[in-house]
């Protein structure tokens, strides 16, 4: 892992979002709060997000794109941006992962790795 690369803390919470879910559809609505810390000296610039998602039935999918959340912040040396987003899923339980594509204050640019984290409905894992 390069000195950037480790400059950028992911940290994630996730829901189930009951009230939007519908099992007899098998549709199960997660949302997920991430917050990107920069440990770094300098600001870093997220330019786009590449997550995978795999639902109990083994299911791949791929989500990419520009920013989060239609934005495309600048994170200054220190500090830390937050966001919340979500995904339905066919099953009560997704395991997601992925990356960022950041760009620091000298154009270098590098990924910021999303590592693994459980999407679960309350009561399937003990």
Excluded at 57 to 72: D, L, R
């Amino acid at each position: 892992m390069t000195e950037l690369e480790s400059s950028i803390r992911i940290e994630v919470k996730t829901e189930y979002i009951e009230a939007q879910s519908s099992p007899e559809e098998e549709r199960y609505l997660f949302s997920y709060t991430i917050t990107i810390v920069n440990l770094g000296e300098k600001p870093a610039t997220l330019k786009s997000r590449m997550w995978c998602i795999t639902d109990a039935n083994g299911h791949h999918s791929e989500v990419q794109g520009a920013g989060v959340v239609g934005e495309t912040p600048t994170i200054a040396p220190n500090t830390a941006y937050q966001y919340t987003s979500g995904t339905v899923c066919e099953t009560p339980f997704a395991v997601m992962q992925g990356h960022y594509i950041m760009i620091s204050e000298d154009g270098t640019e590098f990924k910021a790795q999303i590592a693994p984290f459980r999407l679960a409905a309350p009561g399937l894992l003990h």
